[in-house]
């Protein structure tokens, strides 16, 4: 079963298309949901939760549609905003059992899933204190408890580790993996951090301005095609040309030219390049293929429609 | 537990007791349980319960003053009970006319509390957790209204039924006198559930177009005190011999406790109050009192429909 499926996806806020055409299927499994900000991600979210409508197109979640069935969708789906969401005057007990409660579970049940989901977050004594006395860490993770409170299918996470330090950062991403491989929970984690998303992420769904980009497993991302990066101190423009006359996939980054270390042979034509342009080597460095430069490739990748 | 469980609080000192992660296997109750829940927590809120003591201060306090003359007259009539045994009665305090002499404590109660039922929600974003969940947008509306008519309903029955207790203590006979005065003070109920609806609908509609409660406090005052004072003053003017401006009567229909507490005088078919003008009858004001609450629930309802989250 698809975890989410959409097609044609449209979302126009006034003259903004934030969301322009998009076409995605998505298996379960922990999926990386990357973007700039203002490529949509947020709106993708909010109208697979039904917040928001669409303009047009459709969209399903685990085969339910979220133009008539946003009810059903909302059972088995828990949301963490991406903005502050928690009132300061209460403890998390008290408002994960009160978040429990208007998911459907009743008082006693209620209780119990809050006790256990803080604990799952690692919020132990400071559970009953009041939230606004709180750290960016501690309410990062009551922001996640309230979302698991009445165990969902699908979790969507939008930008789960903002405003957290490293370390905070790290204990968060363990705990998003830990919930997405050990207990049969799909997540969806948005993002700008591109290296959060290699961290936790099973597959990626990279959108930008509206579009897909790419849909893919992580793993061919970040493994094929290293790239090779050569700096030289002038003349960049001239060794791109010349190996791109030589059949190598070449392009100028300032400074540099990075290439695509498809073929062995590569090496020696850089030096003849060189050699024969005259150039000054600064360094030849081998790159393991950033996520960044998904977002450089501009066309989108076949294979990503459903 | 597996391995996998017992490795899933992140704690270095996991005990044995932590289970860690586990589903959920009971019930999900549904959408009516969510309101009903919804509704009782903000409730709960109106009185402060489960918040600081200082959240207690301001609705005991207001609804104590709007209480205590009721008291008062049921301590007096209590002690004078036994010397009164020809029938004669103190009643300075009449169920009709209470709210209309005190009703500025409830509207200070609807300033005090209202906002803090709608602003804060909006002020901290908790609107999307709710929003995506099993209640819909108007289910929120409505748990807000329900929760605020009911606590502004006991408020307003506290008094009615000191007066009551007042009334039968008064007499020799106890029991004689709960059957002679039940039918008296029965179109309190109806009266005090109008007069919530009322308040409760014009205090949220308004607070809900603004996530701090500063100055949805100030809406609120400005609301009660200009349709108070603005249609009174038309109506002076309009009858005070330079012109004679008959529509300036259908003008206190607008008047939000004046429409309130003329509708009470329908439910216990007494007289209206003295300085109303008598082309103006109980019907029109209980008219003018439901039109009100339905306009402002609507109101209350469309702002959610399209509020963002």
């Known amino acids: 079963m698809a975890l989410i499926e959409t097609a044609g996806l449209t979302k126009d806020y006034g003259p903004v298309k934030a969301l322009d055409r998009l076409d995605l299927a998505v298996e379960p499994g922990i999926i990386g949901l990357v973007g700039a900000n203002g490529a949509g991600k947020s709106t993708l979210i909010k109208i697979l939760l039904g917040l928001v409508p669409p303009t047009s197109g459709r969209a399903t979640v685990l085969s339910m549609d979220v133009s008539n069935e946003a009810r059903d969708i909302r059972k088995v789906v828990g949301y963490m905003p991406e903005h502050d969401c928690l009132p300061p005057d209460v403890g998390a007990t008290e408002f994960v059992t009160h978040m429990a409660r208007i998911s459907g579970l009743p008082r006693t049940a209620a209780r119990e899933r809050t006790a256990e989901v803080l604990r799952h977050v690692g919020l132990y004594e400071e559970r009953y204190r009041q939230i606004g006395g709180y750290s960016t860490g501690m309410k990062q993770r009551v922001k996640l408890a309230q979302a698991l409170a009445h165990d969902p299918k699908l979790l969507l996470l939008d930008e789960p580790t903002n405003g957290l330090d490293p370390t905070g950062r790290d204990e968060m991403l363990d705990l998003i993996k830990r919930t997405g491989t050990g207990f049969g929970i799909s997540v969806v984690v948005a993002s700008h951090l591109l290296g959060e998303i290699e961290q936790v992420c099973s597959f990626l769904l990279a959108i930008d301005a509206g579009h897909l980009l790419r849909a893919a497993p992580i793993s061919t991302f970040t493994q094929h095609t290293p790239v090779l990066a050569v700096e030289v101190e002038e003349g960049a423009d001239r060794l791109t040309a010349a190996l791109v006359g030589r059949g190598f996939r070449a392009r100028q980054d300032e400074a540099c030219v990075l290439l695509a270390l498809e073929d062995e042979r590569l090496y020696d034509a850089v030096r003849d390049a060189i050699a024969d342009l005259g150039l000054a080597l600064v360094r030849i460095q081998q790159e393991r293929r950033r996520l960044e430069e998904i977002f450089r490739d501009a066309a989108p990748v076949a294979g990503s429609a459903p | ?309």
């Open chain 2, 1 to 309: 537990m597996s391995a996998v469980n017992s490795t899933a609080t992140g704690s270095p000192s996991g005990s044995i007791y932590d289970l860690g992660y586990r589903h959920y296997e009971g019930k999900h109750l549904g959408r009516g349980y969510a309101l009903w829940s919804l509704s009782v927590e903000s409730f709960r809120s109106v009185w402060g319960f489960g918040r600081p003591t200082r959240a207690k201060a301001a609705p005991f306090i207001i609804a104590g003053l709007y209480a205590m003359l009721a008291g008062l007259q049921l301590a007096f009539s209590s002690t004078i009970a036994t010397e009164i045994q020809s029938g004669y009665s103190v009643q300075l305090l009449t169920y009709d006319s209470y709210y209309r002499q005190f009703d500025f404590f409830m509207i200070l109660f609807c300033v005090a509390q209202a906002p803090e039922l709608v602003c804060r929600d909006q002020r901290y974003q908790v609107l999307p957790l709710y929003f995506t969940r099993a209640l819909s947008r108007l289910d929120y509306a409505v748990a807000k209204l329900a929760a605020l008519t009911s606590a502004l309903f006991v408020a307003l029955i506290v008094p009615m039924i000191a007066l009551f207790v007042g009334d039968v203590l008064m007499k020799p006979d106890t029991l004689a006198a709960i059957g002679d005065e039940w039918p008296k003070a029965l179109p309190a109920l109806p009266a005090c559930l109008l007069v919530a609806i009322g308040m409760a609908s014009i205090s949220l509609a308004l607070s809900s177009f603004s996530p701090r409660r500063a100055y949805a406090a100030i809406g609120l005052v400005a609301y009660f005190l200009l349709m108070e004072v603005v249609p009174a003053a038309i109506y002076a003017v309009g009858h005070g011999g330079q012109v004679n401006w008959a529509w300036s009567d259908d003008l206190l229909l607008l008047a939000p406790t004046t429409t309130l507490a003329s509708a009470v005088n329908w439910f216990f078919g007494t007289a209206l109050d003295s300085s109303l003008p008598s082309t103006l009858s109980r019907g029109d004001f209980l008219v003018a009192a439901i039109a009100s609450a339905v306009v402002f629930s609507a109101i209350l309802l469309l702002r959610y429909r399209r509020i963002s989250a």
